[in-house]
């Protein structure tokens, strides 16, 4: 999931949006593409799901 963060892999999380991607949609284990990105240390997916909408939903 989200792979190294790299370039290659930013580009695919802007495609996916641009494309209707929902940036709230969980796992399985309800956890959202923003949590996994700020875990694993890449700001700039994080940034891009916040700006597409992807505010951690409220439990």
Not at 37 to 55: H, K, Q, S, W, Y
């Amino acid at each position: 999931m989200l792979g190294d963060g790299g370039s290659a892999h930013r580009e695919i999380v802007d495609i996916l949006l641009a494309h209707g991607a929902d940036p709230l949609l969980p796992d399985a284990d309800g956890t959202t593409a923003r949590t996994h990105a700020e875990r694993r240390g890449f700001p700039e997916i994080a940034a891009a799901l916040l700006a597409a909408g992807g505010r951690t939903p409220s439990p």
